[in-house]
């Protein structure tokens, strides 16, 4: 029965216009509370807000962020089973999600993003590919796979910009420079036609498919890694690196919610914080009276 739940549970996830991503996020958590679940011997409709904190506490093994999401899948779950009459109370309607202190997002310097796009030395089609990509993904702030679902049709070249559907179905504009406009003309002009064997992705395989996520992120680290900034990315360090340097250069934080496609202002907030420290930095050293 628990199955059949959760099956429709994905249902109704996909009337809700989640993302596909967000749905096998979704099911992974699930996976792991049905096995749970089997191993104590529980009946999921007679689960209950202490074996909530015994679940919760058998997470222990995984990352802050992590149990915060599988808490979350948890409470989302048992609020579909009451609102499908599954059940007749929601157990964990009033039960808290587990702290999950989000570290500050970081950002490569001015300097470090030059060297990563220098990086690549253009000798054939896909190391263009890669060159576009990566100044594309820090012109515009837009998630991985943002990115990789775009299709040569949601580019402007004469308007310079890129139409964006992003979480939850959402789409936005966003702009880029002329120095981004005139890359994406060359790639588009010279070297998409060969590589996208008569597919629409902007960025796809080798095969002309759509790149994977893991294919976007190993093009980031293997150029990261060639000038000696591993240690320094993660997936989404050139959408961080976007969102400080446009704060730095004036940004006002509105604006830079709409760019980044935050359904939230808080979310975008955090990035403030970075950019105040970085602020502060150059404050010390380019006021005189603050050598004294």
């Known amino acids: 029965m628990l199955k059949e739940a959760i099956v429709e549970f994905k249902v109704y996830l996909i009337s809700k216009n989640m993302s596909p991503n967000t749905i096998i996020s979704y099911e992974h958590d699930l996976k792991i509370f ?16 202490r074996d909530y ?10 990352s802050p962020s992590s149990i915060n999401r599988i808490a979350s899948s948890i409470k989302s779950f048992y609020k579909f089973l009451h609102m499908a009459d599954y059940i007749k109370r929601n157990p964990l309607e009033e039960k ?16 470090e993003i ?43 070249l ?56 893991i294919g976007g992120w190993k093009i980031i680290k293997g150029y990261a890694k060639k000038v000696g900034l591993e240690y320094k990315v993660h997936p989404h360090v050139l959408r961080h690196t976007f969102a400080t340097h446009m704060l730095l250069g004036g940004c006002d934080i509105r604006t830079l919610q709409e760019l980044l496609g935050h359904s939230s202002i808080t979310t975008t907030e955090r990035y403030l914080k970075v950019s105040l420290g970085r602020i502060y930095e150059v404050y010390l050293a380019s006021h005189p009276l603050a050598k004294l």
Not at 53 to 62: E, K, N, P, R, T
Not at 96 to 111: G, V
Not at 140 to 149: F, Q, V
Request: proline fraction near 7%; glycine fraction near 4%.
């Open 114 to 156: 030059q060297r990563l796009l220098n990086a690549i030395e253009v000798k054939e089609e896909i190391t263009f590919r890669d060159r576009v990509f990566l100044e594309f993904m820090y012109a515009t702030g837009l998630r991985i796979s943002e990115a990789l679902n775009l299709r040569v049709l949601d580019i402007s």
């Open 53 to 62: 904190d015994d679940f919760i506490a058998s997470l222990s093994g995984f």
């Open 96 to 111: 808290p999600l587990p702290p999950n202190p989000k570290p500050l997002p970081k950002a490569l310097s001015y300097e």
């Open 34 to 49: 049905e096995e749970y679940l089997n191993s104590r011997d529980i009946n999921f409709l007679d689960f209950g807000e």
């Open 158 to 213: 004469e308007n310079n910009f890129v139409r964006v559907i992003g979480k939850g179905n959402k789409e936005r504009i966003v702009p880029f420079y002329t120095r981004v406009k005139n890359l994406l003309r060359e790639y588009l002009e010279e070297v998409h036609p060969n590589l996208s064997k008569g597919k629409p992705y902007l960025f796809p395989n080798y095969k002309g498919e759509k790149m994977s996520r």
